[in-house]
């Protein structure tokens, strides 16, 4: 195919004709010409018009036409960047390109620079098509997909579109199976608006299949590409991946790195293979010309400058920087090129005086300079900068010509970044750096992370030889310069690296008054930099300060005087910056030996240059690399005050491990048993009853008296979840409450507590997680639901910045406990991590790979005639309208169970379904009643209509903080959720279900601040569908965003309140769509949540759950919250006030969702504008974030108003008139030291209003046993 234009996109409307054709025009030589049309079925339009969307042409290779051959090693080798085939499709889905399970053939994805690998299989259900084609267009597809790697980052309402092709070649037909490369053939840093691709496809052994040559594409607008805003319903499909990542945070000792003499001894004969490569002729040729030609230069400038020295005259220098008219920030430069022309003979230097000896020639090195370009292109980068700085010489010295622009002309990087990265000895050198580091860490553990530093990165030349050879899932890659022009060129330029980071950095200073931590890097790379400083042994010191002890420095760096370097480099200010004249007389570079002895002066124990072969051209022992490790030293001690931890011990021994590894390191620690009643065994072991709140705070309370610097709480209790015994539904509850249940009064009385210092705190379980995605393995199944309650805490409590960890079953309690210190040590980021033997997991929210739609790539569902299916909550609206759908896709048999008869709505629609032709048969019975349950089964087995699926929609709502809350408000939202789920398991096990539906809640996928038990119930629920997946059982959990219309939180208004937070709702008719494209996939776990990322920057930002998706909110930048404190700093003292009030006026207007904020007056009780608990919480997080501090959570009842709140943020957290600024007291509140406002006393008096009558009665209950535990 050939010339091939694609003039206008082909969308297929959906349930709209159209009529296609294909119009073939013979050419000479056995070619074609082709035009595609399309034409709408528009009826009311007499002669509807034909649209041309293609054009090309066509024709028969000769049959002796032979490929070119490929390297596919060489392909591999420059695409050695793996990218996750889940994120290749969600970036897709961000631009509004959707792949279907068919289209979705690549396995793995490698990209390079501007280039990019893939291995495609055809999807098995396409394979019975193949012998309809020539070449599969799902095959074909999918390797083209390729191209997106390739091309520059855009906004995400932009894409690149294809718009012509110049030849597209088929050499022979595919096989099931094949390879993909791209690259761009012009690539530049920019993006640009046409870009040309060529493509190769190979056979899984390297043989060229067929070539695509002058792919064209256009940048365009996501309309442009869909003609259409409408959004399709799989784009709210969501689910947790669980990612190998290494275990970053505080630094570990890097005891893992080999030393320098081991890299050393490992690399030689690498070494010697690499630099022989190097002709050592041409390079000799190449260098004597450098050298030759940058005297020409030198006397051209000063041919130009006026001078007039002949031979025999002698003049000092300062007499020539006066007569030459020579700036002064230049006078060493000029020194230098004198030194120059003695090297070669011109001048002759004697006791502060040059003798002339030779008079200066007529030179043209310009024109000598294009003369090598044509004899050695491979050094174009050389030449082009030396020619482009070298010719200015004269302009530069007298002050006229900015070098900077020289050698960055109006910012651009391109020649420099060339010189730095593809001239013949950054080639050797950048090769020798990667190797050191890859081999240095090549013992880097699986569950480790290792952080890298790059000092002085600049245009990213070495960088580029590195980053791709690191695993991403364990680096951390901190690119630095001095100037914030190379650090965002290389973020565009290392986009796909998703472990770099990119910081300013000026080594000359204290790198901790810049934002970085001391001690924390294993490895720190510096290319052609460290000379740069005026002090090297200072320069070195920060070094040190940043590099961990036992770390790893690798420099590279020019080791002798090169004249065409000192005309390009020499030029800017850097270069002589030196004033350590001791170490550097008059020239700024170290031989090998002085580095090795620098180092060694300044704290480096281990010192080795490379490459130390022989051999070498001289070119590259002009270069050297050079490896040194720091000192190892004594760790520095936690703090001056040691550590405080509390542990809630389990019964198996993890936490009494875990208490002398902490111990070893200076920890003070805790031990808390559960037992019968409080006690105190020893200073530091205590028993409490773990079913009473009032014991909790009463160890919080002793605890608190003996030490208040408490670091940590570690929760243990949770690691109880019986697994490998058989669990019935009282065991089931009582691990709930030894799990939830102690969570929550631990959480209580940790906030109640009022402790000076806000302790962090970890949830441990042990298997409750299905990790790893490919082959989870959840037996710890009963502590699950702990995971839900954790994401609450951390929205409600993000002061105890609450971690979720999940041990891995099959290990030791050693191995446990040290996977547990690891982890709380390290302070690392991730609060969701699960570890499998020697391997960490982290979560991620990836989108859902969803099934084609399209009805001959997916059967659609139906329901058996002949079968019985089961709803709980089948008389609640969503029920009900599962029902409905069930019915008209077949289902004839239903059995409808409620807690309650159906009220009159109800029967209105079960009467429906049954003039249908259903069967229906409505169960009045209790979910979390096993024998009740175990009744409604045995029925169902008795009325010889086998019960072929269940969809367990049961559920109620009980909303309040967590320190609202108590267990029996918590045991009503469970009992059918977990108990009722559990039920259904046990008594359906033994049965050939097609389906087991649970209908979970995006709480707890995201958590729900005010819905810590909705989230707990319905997070058992999606280990529940992976527990029965690994028994090779059907299971689905959906975490239903909020449905508009029908259930009981749309009752509630929910579907109107999450517009608030970010979220869409979903309509009845998209639940249906879902549920049947879900029903037919392979997933355990998705949610469904209509999400609006850009109204979720912030949480983005904070969540490392939520990762994946800043790219979304890059091209959206917001003013950051914190910036408000900045603002508020840099305002006069007597304007500040004001300020205050509108800032907490806006907050508190968009926390309620009032419109217009001015309308707020300064005393208006918030209660009175319909605050409740849960808004309250999200007032005081909003302004936790806003002021960069600690907030009581009692912040909105004791400051109920605007004035008030102004009054107290003023005195407590704003900068006051002396300058100084103090934290907020957290106040120790007690239940008899809280005074509710009238707004609140209203508010509660409208809640039990809108209470039910079975809700009525639990809540009095609930109060009658809290007065007798009073009496």
């Known amino acids: 195919v050939e010339d091939l234009i694609i003039k206008q996109g082909l969308i297929l409307p959906d349930g709209d004709l159209l009529s296609a054709e294909t119009i073939i025009k013979p050419l000479e030589k056995q070619s074609y010409q082709f035009q595609i049309f399309t034409q709408p079925e528009q009826q009311n339009q007499e002669e509807p018009e034909w649209v041309l969307h293609a054009t090309g042409k066509i024709r028969k290779n000769p049959t002796d036409t032979a490929p070119t051959k490929v390297d596919l090693k060489q392909y591999q080798a420059e695409c050695s960047q793996s990218i996750e085939v889940q994120q290749h499709y969600q970036q897709c889905q961000q631009i509004g390109i959707e792949y279907g399970s068919s289209f979705q053939g690549i396995q793995q994805l490698w990209s390079g620079e501007n280039q990019a690998l893939a291995y495609i299989t055809l999807p098995e259900e396409l394979i019975a098509q193949t012998t309809d084609y020539q070449f599969h267009p799902a095959l074909l597809d999918a390797a083209l997909q390729v191209i997106f790697q390739t091309l520059p980052k855009t906004d995400t309402n932009q894409t690149y579109l294809p718009i012509g092709i110049e030849q597209f070649q088929v050499y022979s037909p595919p096989g099931l199976s094949l390879w993909a490369y791209a690259s761009v053939t012009q690539p530049k840093l920019e993006t640009q608006p046409n870009l040309t691709i060529q493509a190769t496809l190979m056979s899984p052994q390297g043989e060229t299949i067929a070539t695509v040559e002058g792919l064209q594409v256009k940048l365009a607008t996501q309309q442009a590409l869909l003609r259409t805003a409408d959004e399709s319903i799989t784009n709210w499909f969501y689910e947790v991946e669980w990612r190998n990542k290494g275990l970053l945070g505080r630094l570990l000792p890097p005891d893992f790195l080999l030393k320098p003499l081991e890299v050393e001894q490992k690399l030689t004969p690498n070494l010697q293979e690499l630099v022989t490569q190097v002709d050592k002729n041409t390079a000799s040729q190449i260098t004597?010309?450098?050298?030759?030609?940058?005297?020409?230069?030198?006397?051209?400038?000063?041919?130009?400058?006026?001078?007039?020295?002949?031979?025999?005259?002698?003049?000092?220098?300062?007499?020539?920087?006066?007569?030459?008219?020579?700036?002064?920030?230049?006078?060493?430069?000029?020194?230098?090129?004198?030194?120059?022309?003695?090297?070669?003979?011109?001048?002759?230097?004697?006791?502060?005086?040059?003798?002339?000896?030779?008079?200066?020639?007529?030179?043209?090195?310009?024109?000598?300079?294009?003369?090598?370009?044509?004899?050695?292109?491979?050094?174009?980068?050389?030449?082009?900068?030396?020619?482009?700085?070298a010719s200015q010489l004269s302009g530069v010295l007298r002050g006229t010509i900015d070098p900077v622009q020289l050698v960055f002309p109006q910012g651009d990087l391109t020649t420099a970044t060339q010189l730095y990265q593809d001239s013949t000895v950054a080639q050797v050198m950048n090769t020798i750096v990667q190797k050191a580091i890859t081999q240095a860490i090549e013992k880097l553990p699986p569950s480790r992370g290792v952080r890298l530093l790059e000092i002085g990165a600049g245009t990213g030349g070495t960088t580029s030889y590195i980053l791709p050879h690191l695993n991403p899932h364990q680096t951390e890659y901190i690119f630095t310069d001095i100037g914030a022009l190379f650090t965002n060129k290389a973020q565009e330029r290392f986009r796909d690296y998703r472990f770099v980071g990119y910081q300013t950095l000026d080594i000359e200073l204290d790198p901790t008054t810049?934002?970085?931590?001391?001690?924390?890097?294993?490895?720190?790379?510096?290319?052609?930099?460290?000379?740069?400083?005026?002090?090297?042994?200072?320069?070195?010191?920060?070094?040190?300060?940043?590099?961990?002890?036992?770390?790893?420095?690798?420099?590279?760096?020019?080791?002798?005087?090169?004249?065409?370097?000192?005309?390009?480099?020499?030029?800017?200010?850097?270069?002589?910056?030196?004033?350590?004249?001791?170490?550097?007389?008059?020239?700024?570079?170290?031989?090998?030996?002085?580095?090795?002895?620098?180092?060694?002066?300044?704290?480096?124990?281990?010192?080795?240059?490379?490459?130390?072969?022989?051999?070498?051209?001289?070119?590259?022992?002009?270069?050297?690399?050079?490896?040194?490790?720091?000192?190892?030293?004594?760790?520095?001690?936690?703090?001056?005050?040691?550590?405080g931890w509390l542990i809630l011990a389990d019964k198996e021994g993890i936490a009494q491990q875990l208490v002398s590894q902490l111990r070893s390191v200076g920890g003070v620690c805790t031990l808390v048993f559960a037992g019968e009643s409080y006690q105190q065994l020893a200073p530091d072991k205590f028993t409490i009853n773990p079913d009473n709140p009032a014991e909790f705070e009463q160890l919080m309370e002793t605890v608190a008296a003996k030490s208040a610097s408490l670091s940590g709480v570690v929760q243990c209790w949770t690691t109880e979840a019986d697994v490998g015994k058989t669990i019935n539904s009282s065991d089931l509850e009582h691990l709930s409450k030894r799990g939830c249940g102690t969570t929550l009064s631990l959480v209580q009385a940790l906030v109640k507590a009022g402790l000076s210092q806000t302790p962090r705190l970890w949830l441990v379980t042990c298997g409750s997680q299905p990790v790893p995605s490919d082959n989870p393995v959840i037996p710890g199944v009963a502590q699950s639901s702990v995971w839900g309650m954790g994401k609450v805490i951390s929205l409600e409590h993000p002061e105890l910045d609450c971690v979720r960890l999940d041990l891995d079953p099959q290990q030791t309690i050693e191995a446990q406990a040290k996977a547990l210190f690891e982890e709380i040590w390290s302070k690392d980021r991730e609060d969701q991590v699960a570890w499998r033997g020697d391997s960490r997991y982290v979560a991620r929210l990836v989108t859902t790979p969803h099934q084609q739609t399209d009805a001959t790539t997916q059967e659609s569902l139906n329901f058996r005639e002949d079968a019985t299916y089961l709803i709980t909550g089948g008389?609640?609206?969503?029920?009900?309208?599962?029902?409905?759908?069930?019915?008209?896709?077949?289902?004839?048999?239903?059995?409808?169970?409620?807690?309650?008869?159906?009220?009159?709505?109800?029967?209105?629609?079960?009467?429906?379904?049954?003039?249908?032709?259903?069967?229906?048969?409505?169960?009045?019975?209790?979910?979390?009643?096993?024998?009740?349950?175990?009744?409604?089964?045995?029925?169902?087995?008795?009325?010889?209509?086998?019960?072929?699926?269940?969809?367990?929609?049961?559920?109620?709502?009980?909303?309040?903080?967590?320190?609202?809350?108590?267990?029996?408000?918590?045991?009503?939202?469970?009992?059918?959720?977990?108990q009722g789920a559990w039920h259904l398991h046990q008594l359906t096990q033994n049965q050939p279900l097609d389906f087991f539906v649970l209908f979970s809640s995006a709480a707890s996928l995201f958590g729900s601040p005010g819905?810590?038990?909705?989230?707990?119930?319905?997070?058992?629920?999606?280990?529940?569908?992976?527990?029965?997946?690994?028994?090779?059982?059907?299971?689905?959990?959906?975490?239903?965003?909020?449905?508009?219309?029908?259930?009981?939180?749309?009752?509630?208004?929910?579907?109107?309140?999450?517009?608030?937070?970010?979220?869409?709702?979903?309509?009845?008719?998209?639940?249906?769509?879902?549920?049947?494209?879900?029903?037919?996939?392979?997933?355990?776990?998705?949610?469904?949540?209509?999400?609006?990322?850009?109204?979720?920057?912030?949480?983005?930002?904070?969540?490392?759950?939520?990762?994946?998706?800043?790219?979304?909110?890059?091209?959206?930048?917001?003013?950051?919250?914190?910036?408000?404190?900045?603002?508020?700093?840099?305002?006069?003292?007597?304007?500040?006030?004001?300020?205050?009030?509108?800032?907490?006026?806006?907050?508190?207007?968009?926390?309620?969702?009032?419109?217009?904020?001015?309308?707020?007056?300064?005393?208006?009780?918030?209660?009175?504008?319909?605050?409740?608990?849960?808004?309250?919480?999200?007032?005081?997080?909003?302004?936790?974030?806003?002021?960069?501090?600690?907030?009581?959570?009692?912040?909105?009842?004791?400051?109920?108003?605007?004035?008030?709140?102004?009054?107290?943020?003023?005195?407590?957290?704003?900068?006051?008139?002396?300058?100084?600024?103090?934290?907020?007291?957290?106040p120790k509140v007690m239940v008899d030291e809280v005074s509710f406002e009238p707004e609140v006393s209203e508010t509660l008096l409208a809640e039990i209003n809108q209470l039910s009558?079975?809700?009525?009665?639990?809540?009095?209950?609930?109060?009658?046993?809290?007065?007798?535990?009073?009496?």
């Open 288 to 389: 004597t010309q450098l050298e030759q030609l940058s005297v020409d230069y030198i006397v051209q400038a000063l041919q130009s400058m006026g001078w007039s020295y002949q031979p025999t005259e002698s003049f000092h220098s300062d007499a020539a920087v006066q007569s030459l008219g020579i700036v002064p920030n230049q006078r060493r430069l000029f020194q230098r090129l004198l030194q120059i022309l003695a090297e070669v003979g011109i001048l002759q230097s004697h006791q502060q005086q040059w003798h002339v000896q030779q008079t200066l020639e007529q030179v043209n090195p310009s024109e000598k300079s294009q003369s090598l370009l044509n004899q050695y292109p491979e050094e174009a980068a050389t030449l082009t900068l030396l020619d482009r700085c």
């Open 514 to 643: 810049q934002g970085f931590d001391s001690h924390q890097y294993d490895v720190i790379i510096a290319a052609n930099v460290l000379h740069a400083t005026s002090n090297l042994k200072q320069t070195l010191s920060h070094v040190r300060q940043l590099l961990a002890p036992g770390g790893m420095l690798v420099l590279s760096e020019a080791t002798t005087r090169i004249s065409w370097v000192d005309l390009i480099f020499g030029l800017l200010e850097g270069w002589w910056k030196f004033t350590d004249y001791e170490l550097r007389p008059d020239y700024p570079l170290l031989s090998r030996q002085q580095w090795k002895k620098v180092l060694s002066e300044t704290g480096f124990t281990q010192v080795v240059t490379l490459p130390e072969v022989e051999g070498i051209a001289q070119t590259l022992s002009e270069q050297g690399v050079i490896v040194a490790q720091a000192a190892p030293t004594s760790p520095e001690p936690i703090s001056s005050e040691a550590k």
């Open 875 to 978: 008389m609640g609206g969503l029920g009900l309208l599962v029902a409905r759908w069930m019915v008209e896709l077949g289902a004839q048999h239903l059995v409808l169970l409620g807690r309650r008869a159906p009220d009159d709505a109800a029967r209105k629609k079960i009467t429906e379904l049954e003039m249908a032709g259903a069967k229906v048969v409505v169960e009045k019975a209790d979910v979390s009643d096993v024998a009740s349950m175990r009744g409604v089964v045995d029925k169902i087995e008795q009325s010889k209509v086998p019960l072929a699926g269940v969809i367990h929609a049961a559920g109620m709502l009980s909303d309040g903080v967590l320190q609202n809350q108590s267990w029996s408000s918590f045991e009503q939202v469970m009992a059918p959720k977990v």
């Open 1011 to 1226: 819905q810590g038990n909705h989230s707990t119930a319905n997070a058992f629920l999606d280990g529940l569908a992976h527990y029965r997946r690994a028994l090779g059982l059907p299971g689905l959990s959906i975490h239903w965003g909020a449905v508009a219309q029908v259930g009981e939180a749309a009752e509630r208004g929910a579907d109107v309140k999450v517009h608030k937070q970010g979220l869409g709702a979903i309509a009845p008719n998209q639940v249906l769509e879902s549920l049947e494209l879900l029903m037919n996939g392979a997933d355990a776990e998705v949610g469904v949540v209509p999400i609006e990322w850009l109204a979720w920057q912030e949480r983005i930002e904070q969540w490392s759950f939520l990762a994946d998706w800043q790219e979304i909110i890059q091209t959206h930048p917001e003013i950051s919250k914190s910036e408000f404190l900045l603002k508020l700093e840099a305002t006069a003292l007597n304007e500040r006030h004001s300020l205050l009030v509108a800032y907490i006026r806006r907050q508190l207007a968009l926390v309620l969702g009032i419109n217009e904020p001015e309308s707020i007056a300064l005393e208006t009780g918030f209660f009175d504008l319909g605050m409740d608990s849960l808004t309250s919480v999200e007032l005081r997080n909003k302004l936790q974030t806003s002021f960069a501090c600690s907030l009581p959570s009692t912040l909105a009842f004791e400051h109920p108003n605007i004035q008030s709140l102004t009054d107290y943020l003023e005195e407590k957290i704003i900068l006051s008139s002396d300058g100084t600024k103090t934290e907020p007291e957290i």
């Open 1253 to 1271: 009558e079975d809700e009525m009665d639990l809540a009095v209950d609930e109060a009658i046993s809290q007065l007798d535990q009073l009496l």
